[in-house]
């Protein structure tokens, strides 16, 4: 690994090497935008995250302009002439399919994912367990997944990059939620594939979602975060149980859920933080939030620089 935090390295090597988080941000608010009727451009966003106090554009690799990989260098160019790098893919692997073909094919696509990443000088790159259809049962759910990620290892180690393994709730496009949704599923998935090159993506607001404590899922992987999605989470109607009931069956998130301002949700930032900074953690925290407009991304950006100025001794630059 050339930068963050090494996720085979030993607890008190990764305490002597003491470094603040750098941020990055997603463009949540125009996620159909920019991938699906292609209302927005790629440059535009660009545009409005270089005003952003960030050091990265965490990128995606639906992006309808990504579909041209002659282009990927030129937009690697347009980022980094604004100032800001690409850390980050974040990208929706289905690993859980049934049919060997289709995982196959998943395969393939995250291979050529993690060649964009590299392409675009990022050094993490998601990858999903898989939807969690009705039919799939535990066991096989968990070898299907750690097949097909242990797959993908030797390519992505070729190409100097990490997998991370997000605690997901449900791709934008996905009519299942997350097959290791559930922390007890999640970690031992992540115990399941005990390979170089290869880490957790912790994203707290998820936790909730999945029914589970957040701090009590950091605990329990605390070793293995490499990079981290920050966001804040709460219901706009109902309770966590009426929205078990519309996960399934529609594509995308329900409804009644909906990212907020970070530091007004759930989430508890000092003692997720704490916990980080503790363990050493000096990886990429990317932020999820702004569907409420630049104005709102922008508070959120503030809070998590005092809180990364506040845990981790100076504002990350």
């Not at 988080?21 to 463009?27: G, I, K, M």
């Not at 920050?230 to 929205?243: N, P, V, Y």
């Not at 999820?288 to 959120?300: I, K």
């Amino acid at each position: 690994m050339r930068e963050g935090t090494h996720p085979d390295r030993p607890p008190e090597e990764r305490r002597e090497k003491k470094k603040t988080p750098r941020l990055a941000v997603f463009p949540k608010a125009f996620m159909h935008a920019l991938c699906r009727d292609g209302s927005m451009r790629l440059d535009e966003w660009i545009g409005l995250a270089a005003e952003l106090d960030v050091d990265g554009l965490e990128w995606y690799a639906g992006f309808l302009e990504m579909a041209d990989e002659r282009r990927w260098a030129g937009f690697r160019q347009r980022v980094e002439d604004a100032g800001k790098t690409i850390p980050m893919m974040c990208c929706s692997p289905d690993f859980t399919h049934p049919d060997p073909g289709f995982r196959r094919k998943q395969i393939d696509r995250q291979r050529r994912w993690i060649d964009m990443t590299a392409a675009l000088g990022g050094r993490y790159c998601r990858v999903l367990s898989g939807q969690r259809r009705p039919e799939l049962s535990r066991g096989e759910g968990i070898r299907l997944a750690a097949d097909c990620i242990v797959e993908c290892l030797p390519h992505s180690r070729a190409q100097g990059v990490t997998l991370v393994l997000e605690n997901h709730y449900k791709d934008d496009f996905w009519e299942f939620p997350e097959f290791a949704q559930k922390l007890d599923v999640f970690v031992e998935l992540v115990e399941a594939v005990r390979e170089p090159g290869f880490g957790v993506n912790y994203d707290p607001s998820n936790a909730f979602l999945a029914g589970d404590d957040p701090l009590e899922l950091l605990r329990r992987v605390l070793d293995r975060v490499v990079t981290m999605h920050a966001s804040d989470r709460f219901l706009k109607e109902g309770t966590l149980e009426d929205l078990r009931g519309e996960e399934t069956g529609a594509e995308g998130y329900a409804a009644r859920l909906s990212h907020g301002e970070i530091g007004k949700g759930l989430n508890d930032y000092d003692a997720i933080f704490t916990l980080l900074s503790g363990a050493g953690f000096d990886g990429w925290v990317s932020i999820e939030d702004g569907v409420e407009g630049m104005d709102q991304l922008r508070r959120s950006v503030a809070f998590l620089r005092g809180k990364l100025a506040e845990h981790f001794g100076s504002a990350a630059a």
